[in-house]
């Protein structure tokens, strides 16, 4: 029994390297293979080691790493929504009850499923700097976009979105799609001070090399 929910579970969390993250899809992103859910919960996981190595946050790294891993596990059974998508409060319902099912045949999932609570309400250090790196990853995912030239700006008539107001405004400023992009996060996740050095960091320099 125990064989078979080790394979259940990978099996399961096995799909979402297979689904793409939609915001890349939203802005009509060009590229040969977007970013998945999966690569984007690896790249989480290196900010994270990253961003505690060279600032010594007082947390538990390891607990952030779990609940870095398993955050996205709702994705599997409803998809990737964003912020644009659905309200707060109903992605949450809906995200908790699709990661109950996927961690079912484990005997961990009530640990596992207070990791993923912890993270959602936002009000431990770990879970506010595993959230931190969530949300910064993506934002410098859009600038590696942006400077290979993957974002057309014009070509976003059917991507509401872009019909954000805030979106709009950053945007009509001049702002290239990863500015705008990283400037949105910084107005709505109130970055400590460390991630804000750091997402300015990207939003004023190229990170790319050829």
């Not at 080691?49 to 600032?55: G, N, P, V």
């Not at 993923?116 to 309400?121: G, I, K, N, T, Y």
């Amino acid at each position: 029994m125990k064989e078979q929910n080790v394979v259940n579970y990978y099996v399961s969390c096995n799909k979402l390297k297979n689904v793409l993250r939609k915001g890349w899809k939203d802005w009509n992103v060009e590229k040969e293979r977007l970013e998945s859910v999966a690569e984007h919960i690896y790249g989480v996981q290196m900010l994270a080691i990253a961003m505690y190595s060279e600032y010594k946050y007082d947390i538990d790294l390891e607990k952030v790493l779990f609940m870095l891993a398993i955050h996205e596990l709702e994705e599997i059974t409803i998809g990737d929504l964003t912020l644009f998508d659905i309200d707060k409060a109903e992605k949450e319902k809906i995200g908790h009850e699709a990661v109950i099912k996927t961690l079912s045949p484990l005997m961990d999932k009530d640990k596992l499923l207070d990791l993923v609570l912890e993270f959602d309400a936002r009000e431990t250090k770990e879970a506010k700097f595993a959230f931190f790196c969530d949300k910064l990853e993506a934002d410098i995912q859009s600038k590696i976009y942006d400077e290979k030239g993957c974002v057309d700006l014009k070509n976003q008539d059917n991507n509401p979105t872009a019909q954000d107001p805030v979106v709009k405004r950053l945007i009509e400023e001049g702002n290239t799609f990863g500015q705008m992009w990283m400037k949105f996060s910084q107005g709505r996740y109130n970055y400590d001070e460390n991630f804000q050095k750091v997402s300015n960091y990207v939003i004023n320099n190229k990170i790319t090399k050829e």
